[in-house]
Protein backbone atom coordinates (compact mmCIF):
# COMPACT_ATOMS: atom_id res chain seq x y z
CA UNK A 1 0.00 0.00 0.00
CA UNK A 2 1.17 3.80 -1.15
CA UNK A 3 2.13 5.79 1.64
CA UNK A 4 -0.52 8.73 2.60
CA UNK A 5 0.63 12.16 1.28
CA UNK A 6 3.71 13.85 3.34
CA UNK A 7 4.56 11.21 5.79
CA UNK A 8 7.28 9.66 7.05
CA UNK A 9 8.08 6.05 5.93
CA UNK A 10 11.77 4.98 7.65
CA UNK A 11 12.93 5.87 10.49
CA UNK A 12 17.11 6.91 10.74
CA UNK A 13 17.55 3.20 12.26
CA UNK A 14 16.73 2.14 8.25
CA UNK A 15 18.34 4.04 6.55
CA UNK A 16 21.82 2.93 8.15
CA UNK A 17 22.59 -0.04 6.11
CA UNK A 18 22.04 2.34 2.94
CA UNK A 19 24.19 4.59 4.28
CA UNK A 20 27.29 1.86 5.30
CA UNK A 21 26.51 0.44 1.49
CA UNK A 22 27.73 4.06 0.38
CA UNK A 23 30.97 3.83 2.28
CA UNK A 24 31.79 -0.03 0.74
CA UNK A 25 30.55 -1.51 4.35
CA UNK A 26 33.78 -0.67 5.90
CA UNK A 27 33.41 -2.14 9.35
CA UNK A 28 34.21 0.80 11.00
CA UNK A 29 31.07 2.30 10.07
CA UNK A 30 28.95 1.02 13.30
CA UNK A 31 26.45 2.14 15.76
CA UNK A 32 28.82 1.08 18.30
CA UNK A 33 31.51 3.44 17.52
CA UNK A 34 32.50 4.72 21.46
CA UNK A 35 32.35 8.35 19.92
CA UNK A 36 28.15 8.76 19.33
CA UNK A 37 29.46 11.56 16.09
CA UNK A 38 31.56 8.78 14.35
CA UNK A 39 27.99 6.75 14.50
CA UNK A 40 26.13 6.65 11.03
CA UNK A 41 22.69 7.96 12.62
CA UNK A 42 24.77 11.41 13.36
CA UNK A 43 25.47 11.76 9.88
CA UNK A 44 22.16 10.73 8.65
CA UNK A 45 20.83 13.76 11.54
CA UNK A 46 23.19 16.19 10.68
CA UNK A 47 22.59 15.60 6.46
CA UNK A 48 18.81 15.79 7.94
CA UNK A 49 19.51 19.25 9.63
CA UNK A 50 21.08 20.92 6.54
CA UNK A 51 18.43 19.45 3.79
CA UNK A 52 15.73 20.05 5.64
CA UNK A 53 16.62 23.68 6.42
CA UNK A 54 17.37 24.69 2.53
CA UNK A 55 14.62 22.80 1.02
CA UNK A 56 10.83 23.21 0.97
CA UNK A 57 9.28 19.26 2.03
CA UNK A 58 5.26 19.09 2.32
CA UNK A 59 6.07 16.49 5.43
CA UNK A 60 7.33 19.28 7.86
CA UNK A 61 4.80 22.27 6.27
CA UNK A 62 2.28 23.76 8.77
CA UNK A 63 0.06 26.08 8.99
CA UNK A 64 0.70 27.81 12.44
CA UNK A 65 -2.23 29.31 14.74
CA UNK A 66 -4.41 32.14 13.91
CA UNK A 67 -3.15 35.26 16.06
CA UNK A 68 -4.63 38.50 17.09
CA UNK A 69 -2.12 41.45 16.61
CA UNK A 70 -3.37 45.04 17.15
CA UNK A 71 -2.88 47.67 19.95
CA UNK A 72 -1.15 46.52 23.12
CA UNK A 73 -1.01 42.88 22.18
CA UNK A 74 2.38 42.95 21.17
CA UNK A 75 5.79 41.97 23.39
CA UNK A 76 5.38 44.53 26.41
CA UNK A 77 2.40 46.39 25.23
CA UNK A 78 3.57 46.95 21.56
CA UNK A 79 1.17 47.25 18.80
CA UNK A 80 4.19 46.66 16.08
CA UNK A 81 6.63 43.96 18.01
CA UNK A 82 5.46 39.84 18.30
CA UNK A 83 7.44 36.88 19.01
CA UNK A 84 7.65 34.57 16.21
CA UNK A 85 7.13 31.64 18.82
CA UNK A 86 3.67 33.49 19.01
CA UNK A 87 2.71 32.24 15.09
CA UNK A 88 4.29 28.96 16.12
CA UNK A 89 2.72 25.74 17.42
CA UNK A 90 3.83 24.86 21.22
CA UNK A 91 7.48 23.62 20.72
CA UNK A 92 8.47 24.44 16.90
CA UNK A 93 11.20 26.37 15.41
CA UNK A 94 11.04 27.31 11.92
CA UNK A 95 13.34 26.89 8.94
CA UNK A 96 10.99 28.43 6.44
CA UNK A 97 8.11 30.34 5.93
CA UNK A 98 5.88 31.97 3.52
CA UNK A 99 4.38 35.08 3.84
CA UNK A 100 2.10 36.23 6.98
CA UNK A 101 -1.13 36.73 5.48
CA UNK A 102 -3.36 39.20 7.42
CA UNK A 103 -7.18 39.30 7.63
CA UNK A 104 -9.32 41.69 7.16
CA UNK A 105 -13.01 42.15 7.05
CA UNK A 106 -14.98 43.99 4.10
CA UNK A 107 -15.31 47.41 6.36
CA UNK A 108 -11.57 47.18 7.12
CA UNK A 109 -10.36 46.20 3.30
CA UNK A 110 -12.92 48.75 1.97
CA UNK A 111 -11.06 52.01 4.12
CA UNK A 112 -7.93 50.84 2.49
CA UNK A 113 -8.85 50.55 -0.90
CA UNK A 114 -8.57 46.97 -1.83
CA UNK A 115 -12.27 45.85 -2.12
CA UNK A 116 -16.03 46.97 -2.08
CA UNK A 117 -17.55 47.29 2.08
CA UNK A 118 -19.40 43.76 2.06
CA UNK A 119 -19.13 41.71 5.25
CA UNK A 120 -17.34 38.91 3.71
CA UNK A 121 -13.59 38.22 4.82
CA UNK A 122 -10.89 38.81 3.11
CA UNK A 123 -7.26 37.46 3.12
CA UNK A 124 -3.26 38.95 2.06
CA UNK A 125 -0.17 38.38 2.02
CA UNK A 126 2.29 40.58 3.50
CA UNK A 127 5.19 41.54 2.26
CA UNK A 128 8.46 41.20 3.46
CA UNK A 129 10.58 44.60 4.09
CA UNK A 130 14.35 44.60 5.36
CA UNK A 131 14.37 45.69 8.72
CA UNK A 132 15.95 48.84 8.10
CA UNK A 133 13.35 49.67 4.80
CA UNK A 134 10.48 48.73 7.68
CA UNK A 135 11.92 51.67 10.04
CA UNK A 136 9.59 54.52 8.78
CA UNK A 137 6.31 52.27 8.86
CA UNK A 138 6.84 50.96 12.36
CA UNK A 139 5.89 54.25 14.32
CA UNK A 140 2.98 55.21 12.03
CA UNK A 141 -0.24 54.38 14.40
CA UNK A 142 -3.69 53.24 13.40
CA UNK A 143 -2.69 51.55 10.03
CA UNK A 144 -2.92 47.97 8.42
CA UNK A 145 0.13 45.66 8.65
CA UNK A 146 0.81 45.20 4.69
CA UNK A 147 4.49 44.96 5.70
CA UNK A 148 6.64 42.58 8.25
CA UNK A 149 9.96 41.91 8.43
CA UNK A 150 11.64 39.36 11.31
CA UNK A 151 14.43 40.92 13.56
CA UNK A 152 16.38 38.24 16.27
CA UNK A 153 13.02 36.45 17.83
CA UNK A 154 10.56 39.00 16.88
CA UNK A 155 8.31 39.97 13.91
CA UNK A 156 7.72 43.73 13.18
CA UNK A 157 4.98 44.51 11.46
CA UNK A 158 4.48 48.50 10.03
CA UNK A 159 2.36 50.20 9.65
CA UNK A 160 1.41 50.17 13.25
CA UNK A 161 -2.11 47.89 14.00
CA UNK A 162 -4.52 50.37 14.49
CA UNK A 163 -7.12 47.98 15.35
CA UNK A 164 -7.44 43.93 16.09
CA UNK A 165 -6.35 41.58 12.89
CA UNK A 166 -6.11 37.91 12.95
CA UNK A 167 -2.76 36.74 11.01
CA UNK A 168 -1.50 33.38 10.16
CA UNK A 169 1.94 32.50 9.33
CA UNK A 170 2.31 28.42 6.92
CA UNK A 171 5.72 27.39 7.88
CA UNK A 172 8.06 24.43 7.91
CA UNK A 173 9.33 22.85 11.10
CA UNK A 174 12.63 22.30 12.39
CA UNK A 175 13.46 18.56 11.49
CA UNK A 176 12.60 17.02 15.18
CA UNK A 177 14.54 14.24 16.74
CA UNK A 178 13.76 11.52 19.18
CA UNK A 179 16.46 11.16 22.10
CA UNK A 180 16.79 7.86 20.94
CA UNK A 181 18.04 9.19 17.46
CA UNK A 182 17.79 5.96 15.61
CA UNK A 183 14.10 5.88 16.24
CA UNK A 184 13.41 9.07 14.13
CA UNK A 185 11.04 9.01 11.76
CA UNK A 186 12.76 11.07 8.19
CA UNK A 187 10.39 13.07 7.42
CA UNK A 188 11.23 13.30 3.27
CA UNK A 189 9.43 11.71 0.86
CA UNK A 190 10.65 8.49 -0.30
CA UNK A 191 12.58 9.79 -3.67
CA UNK A 192 15.09 11.59 -1.19
CA UNK A 193 16.73 9.18 0.70
CA UNK A 194 19.23 8.63 -1.72
CA UNK A 195 20.23 12.06 -1.28
CA UNK A 196 19.84 11.65 2.38
CA UNK A 197 22.17 8.69 2.33
CA UNK A 198 24.89 9.81 0.26
CA UNK A 199 24.98 13.10 2.22
CA UNK A 200 24.98 11.48 5.49
CA UNK A 201 28.00 8.96 3.57
CA UNK A 202 30.07 12.02 2.72
CA UNK A 203 29.85 13.67 5.82
CA UNK A 204 31.29 9.91 7.21
CA UNK A 205 33.79 9.49 4.82
CA UNK A 206 35.36 12.94 6.26
CA UNK A 207 34.79 11.88 9.61
CA UNK A 208 36.95 8.53 8.22
CA UNK A 209 39.35 10.71 6.85
CA UNK A 210 38.61 9.27 3.24
CA UNK A 211 38.69 12.19 1.56
CA UNK A 212 38.72 10.88 -1.69
CA UNK A 213 35.33 8.83 -1.15
CA UNK A 214 33.48 12.04 -0.04
CA UNK A 215 34.78 13.81 -2.77
CA UNK A 216 33.49 11.08 -5.24
CA UNK A 217 30.02 10.99 -3.33
CA UNK A 218 29.83 14.95 -3.59
CA UNK A 219 30.31 14.64 -7.06
CA UNK A 220 27.80 11.78 -7.18
CA UNK A 221 25.13 13.69 -5.08
CA UNK A 222 25.35 16.17 -8.01
CA UNK A 223 25.17 13.96 -11.20
CA UNK A 224 22.55 16.23 -12.99
CA UNK A 225 24.99 18.05 -15.14
CA UNK A 226 22.56 20.82 -15.48
CA UNK A 227 23.73 21.59 -11.83
CA UNK A 228 26.90 23.16 -13.50
CA UNK A 229 25.25 25.73 -15.87
CA UNK A 230 24.13 29.13 -14.66
CA UNK A 231 20.72 30.56 -15.24
CA UNK A 232 19.24 26.88 -14.76
CA UNK A 233 16.74 26.45 -12.34
CA UNK A 234 18.22 23.06 -10.91
CA UNK A 235 21.29 25.32 -10.14
CA UNK A 236 23.79 23.75 -7.67
CA UNK A 237 20.77 20.84 -6.67
CA UNK A 238 21.17 17.63 -5.65
CA UNK A 239 20.19 14.54 -7.86
CA UNK A 240 21.88 11.52 -8.88
CA UNK A 241 20.34 11.19 -12.61
CA UNK A 242 18.19 14.83 -12.93
CA UNK A 243 17.95 17.61 -10.38
CA UNK A 244 15.73 17.24 -7.69
CA UNK A 245 11.91 19.00 -8.01
CA UNK A 246 10.20 20.15 -5.01
CA UNK A 247 6.55 18.82 -4.62
CA UNK A 248 5.38 22.73 -4.93
CA UNK A 249 6.92 22.72 -8.39
CA UNK A 250 4.92 19.45 -9.38
CA UNK A 251 1.82 21.09 -7.90
CA UNK A 252 2.13 23.50 -10.63
CA UNK A 253 3.35 21.84 -13.26
CA UNK A 254 0.70 22.56 -15.40
CA UNK A 255 -0.68 26.06 -14.22
CA UNK A 256 0.09 29.38 -15.27
CA UNK A 257 3.26 31.84 -13.25
CA UNK A 258 1.87 34.84 -11.94
CA UNK A 259 4.48 37.39 -11.27
CA UNK A 260 4.33 40.24 -9.56
CA UNK A 261 6.28 43.39 -10.17
CA UNK A 262 7.51 45.23 -7.50
CA UNK A 263 10.42 47.20 -6.04
CA UNK A 264 12.08 48.36 -2.96
CA UNK A 265 14.77 50.34 -2.01
CA UNK A 266 16.13 47.54 0.12
Known amino acids: MNPAPATATLTIN ?53 VTIGP ?35 TQAAQVGLVANTSNVVGYSMDYLTPKAIQPLLFIPGGVPFKYTRYGNMFWFGSQPGQPYNVYLPYQVRH ?47 GDPKSAIPGTAELARPGLIAAKIFQPERDRRSSPVQILPGAQRY
Open 72 to 106: GLGWQNSAYMYPVSMFLAPGDDVTLQEDPVIFLNG
Open 14 to 66: GLINKVKSDLQNRSDVSETAANPEMRPSAWIRDALRELTANYPFTELQKPGPL
Open 176 to 222: PFNPDLVSTPIKLPDDWLDILSLAAAERGALKLRWNDQALMIHTTLY
